[in-house]
């Protein structure tokens, strides 16, 4: 069994437009956009980063926004729920937060004895917000109170037609089952950072996931450090599992690789973070391009959608 594991890096998803993108994580959820840059891949779309005040491991919301993108369709193999951890108390706050944004789908109710907010975010994604006692470095300048600020991840919920290969697979790197009840298997790891719970909805009835707009891309496990990812590395590749090449995304290093169900996981390094090519004070303002991508500028920053500070 594995121990590097820390619970959850980041988590990214698609999107169908920056703008809204955008002004959806900063001005309804408060989160701090700690990094403009593009899609290594593909560098004419964005890849925007959200997360707490420095873009804590375990913090981050990224996105690639395809313009126009046809929105997925839900069903199994893929993360159903992305969950961030709220202040104990602040979920009707939060609920009232929501309905005066126009959100979509608000639920308020509770998991595993925690008080829980439900709701979809611009492409339909699906979000919780859970109350949790979980401290940590919350950004405030966008307008949501200490009082009610999100820390980070509370979980992620993976939809799978059959949980079994997944609890063995989660059980390798590191977690352990915690408890069961109405469907939903919950894991968590020791001592990794808050984002540390996942959990597992058997749906075996439901269609497979179609990918597209507020379909979660890939969930990202951290390690502190590259000689941590390349431990994980081998051990997967022992264990039979088809991983890529460690592949330098400038603010992590970055390890995928197919799960039991479809889901695509990542391990990203802590190490070095989002301060790495800016001030902390200026993160996220500034379109930051990677070397390879540099001599793309100009056509970029003439093509790519102005995002509000
Ligand atoms: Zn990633």
Do not use: C
Request: charged content about 20%.
């Amino acid at each position: 069994m594995l121990h590097q594991i820390q619970g959850l890096h980041h988590v990214t998803s698609l999107a169908s437009s920056a703008q809204r993108n955008n002004a959806f994580f900063t001005n309804v959820l408060g989160l701090r956009r700690v990094k403009t840059t593009v899609n290594f891949d593909a560098p004419d779309v964005y890849h925007l980063y959200y997360g707490d005040a420095v873009g804590s491991p375990g913090s981050v919301m990224t996105y690639f926004p395809f313009p126009y993108a046809a929105r997925g369709k839900r069903g199994a193999g893929e993360v159903g729920t992305t969950a961030f951890a709220i202040p104990l108390g602040s979920s009707t706050a939060w609920a009232e937060r929501l309905a005066q944004f126009d959100v979509a789908s608000i639920v308020q109710d509770t998991l595993f004895g925690a008080a829980r907010v439900q709701f979809d975010g611009p492409d339909g994604d699906h979000f919780a917000l859970i109350e949790s006692e979980s401290d940590g470095a919350p950004w405030t300048a966008g307008g949501v109170p200490v009082s009610m600020a999100i820390t980070g991840f509370h979980s992620v919920a993976l939809r799978l037609a059959d949980t079994g290969a997944m609890v063995e697979l989660l059980t390798f790197m590191g977690y352990a089952r915690l408890e069961t009840y109405g469907g939903i298997t919950r894991l968590a790891v020791d001592g990794g950072n808050a984002a540390n719970t996942i959990d597992l909805h058997a749906t075996p009835s439901a269609p497979e996931a179609k990918q597209g707009a507020g379909s979660v891309h890939h969930l990202a496990f951290a390690v502190e450090n590259r000689a941590r990812q390349l431990e994980v590395r081998e051990a997967l590749i022992d264990t039979g599992y088809a991983v890529t090449p460690v592949i330098d995304r400038d603010y992590f290093h970055a390890i995928y690789f197919r799960t039991p169900g479809g889901v695509l996981f990542e391990v990203a390094t802590n190490e070095p973070g989002f301060d790495r090519d800016e001030d902390t004070a200026n993160l996220g303002q500034a379109l930051k391009l990677p070397s390879q991508h540099e001599h793309l500028r100009s056509k970029l920053e003439r093509t790519l959608e102005p995002l509000e500070a």
